[in-house]
């Protein structure tokens, strides 16, 4: 039982049973993770390297969670005052820490397909934790794992994916697994943030107005805002954009069902997403963030062995 | 192929067991009966079965353990890991650890220290439905034993269930 990929570039390279798999163990993980001792001893005698060239904060501490809870070892590499700033080029980089005997690399980076280059160079193997405006798989994972939580399963379920769809990874990653796992997608938001050949590559429906895509959802994935992926004005203010388009209490409270609400984080709040709503009940916004630790050490566990099993 | 045990004999067999297990128990609710998946909670499901049948004011408690992320040869092998639950603390119990076929005693050994991360129990026993003797790599032994065996290294001991299988039997091939 394994992976059919010996790296996790991106949900693209996954066939639904991978996906099944990774959810399922993190199933079991996240038991472990209420245990007394929520530290496994499965990957004892593997050493990760975190490669990250652009900021983050939950999923760099989700992946280093992950990997501690797992018993690896873990090097946490920042591109900000290293030797990148000297002008050390990427394979260098990685090619110098991999010669301290590292076996996975953990890696984002602001440029789409950075972690693909690396995997046709290196023999480690790489998880993808964010590459530019190409996919972010394991933020994706977490997020079927969310709504499988709550809502029992994939199939058939209907998810609107709310925002800045054309600037972000969260949004490609998250359409390539639900179409895989058999749910309906619907991508809203303003025009200028909604490429027009997704309708067509993804067979999603498009929606302009966002409270008709939240009459229509089971579960309203809200993306960020990506102010810094912005170098043209595509809507005119975020006080416009939050009118127009930001999750308010009263969409939800009209609706007569209860949707709920996910956002992959950091949070703009009173842009995307007014506080009262972040902080409501239906957002399981902090039960994703948690999830997150369970669903990285199910892809690092199945890694980690895919790649001992190959090795020996 | 031969067969170790019979239906009947398996049933009388469990019988013993859940005696055995409650003669050597002064303090049943203190008490935990735990199951090492995926195979040895059929034989968990019912000695608990039999224990609350023959003492149905026993208080004992019941848990399963999967025991894939402490395996030490996820080097060779990755397993599918099984559901774990165990929602009681065994902090200071005794826990009785069952499983269907004892042989190098690893599955044992691997379940010994998933246990240790649930608390600190004061005593840990071993019941299994079969004994592979003069087959073990650990120094660990039963202390319950369905049918103790001699069998060598290529041959295979099958336990099969009713629930899982056409009928209870054990057989050797």
Same mark, same amino acid.
């Given at each position: 039982m394994r992976l059919s990929t010996k790296h996790l570039l991106g949900i693209r390279d996954l066939a639904p049973s991978d996906i099944q798999l990774i959810l399922d163990t993190a199933t079991?993980?996240?038991?472990? @993770?209420?245990?007394? #001792?929520?530290? =496994?001893?499965?990957?004892?005698?593997?050493?990760?390297?975190?490669? +990250?060239?652009?900021?983050?904060?939950?999923?760099?501490?989700?992946?280093?969670?992950?990997?501690?809870?797992?018993?690896?070892?873990?090097?946490?590499?920042?591109?900000?005052?290293?030797?990148?700033?000297?002008?050390?080029?990427?394979?260098?980089?990685?090619?110098?820490? @991999?010669?301290?005997? #590292?076996?996975? =690399?953990?890696?984002?980076?602001?440029?789409?397909?950075?972690?693909? +280059?690396l995997s046709k160079h290196i023999p480690a193997a790489i998880v993808n934790a964010g590459d530019g405006i190409n996919e972010h798989p394991t933020q994706a994972l977490l997020d079927a794992f969310s709504i499988r939580e709550k809502l029992g399963s994939l199939e058939g379920k209907k998810i609107a994916i709310i925002g800045d769809i054309m600037h972000s990874r969260v949004a490609l990653s998250n359409l390539y697994l639900l179409k895989k796992m058999g749910a309906e997608v619907m991508v809203a938001g303003p025009p200028t943030l909604i490429p027009t050949y997704l309708k067509e590559a993804f067979d999603v429906q498009v929606e302009y107005n966002v409270e008709k895509a939240l009459a229509w959802c089971d579960v309203a994935n809200v993306l960020r805002i990506q102010l810094e992926r912005q170098n043209q004005v595509l809507f005119s203010s975020l006080r416009e954009y939050n009118l127009a388009y930001g999750l308010k209490k009263d969409m939800l409270a009209k609706l007569n069902k209860e949707i709920f609400v996910m956002h992959p984080g950091p949070i703009n709040r009173g842009v995307e997403l007014d506080s009262d709503v972040a902080d409501s009940g239906q957002s399981i916004i902090l039960q994703q963030v948690e999830n997150g630790v369970a669903v990285r050490m199910a892809v690092l566990y199945l890694l980690a062995g895919r790649e001992m099993t190959t090795q020996s | 192929m031969k067969t170790i045990l019979t239906s009947n004999q398996l049933a009388i067999t469990i019988k013993r067991l859940a005696h055995q297990i409650l003669e050597n128990c002064p303090d049943p609710a203190n008490t935990c009966l735990i199951g090492i998946q995926p195979r040895g909670i059929w034989l968990s499901n019912r000695l608990i079965n039999e224990i609350r049948a023959i003492q149905p004011a026993s208080a004992m408690k019941y848990g399963i353990l999967d025991i894939t992320f402490y395996r030490d040869d996820v080097r060779s092998e990755l397993k599918v890991a099984n559901q774990t639950e165990i929602n009681f603390s065994i902090e200071n119990k005794k826990v009785i650890l069952v499983d269907d076929v004892l042989y190098t005693g690893r599955t044992i050994r691997a379940a010994l220290d998933a246990l240790m991360d649930f608390g600190r129990p004061a005593q840990v026993e071993l019941c299994v439905l079969i004994d592979r003797r003069f087959s073990r790599e650990l120094p660990i032994q039963p202390d319950y034993t369905g049918k103790s065996i001699d069998s060598i290294l290529t041959q295979k001991v099958q336990v099969a269930w009713a629930e899982n299988s056409e009928k209870d039997e054990v057989i050797l091939f």
């Open positions: 079991q993980f996240k038991e472990v @993770l209420q245990r007394p #001792v929520k530290k =496994v001893p499965s990957l004892r005698d593997i050493t990760i390297v975190n490669l +990250f060239y652009e900021n983050s904060t939950r999923t760099r501490i989700s992946f280093e969670l992950a990997e501690k809870r797992l018993s690896a070892d873990t090097i946490n590499f920042t591109a900000s005052g290293s030797s990148v700033s000297k002008g050390e080029t990427l394979l260098d980089t990685v090619n110098n820490i @991999l010669s301290m005997k #590292v076996d996975m =690399v953990v890696m984002r980076h602001s440029a789409s397909g950075a972690p693909h +280059f | -």
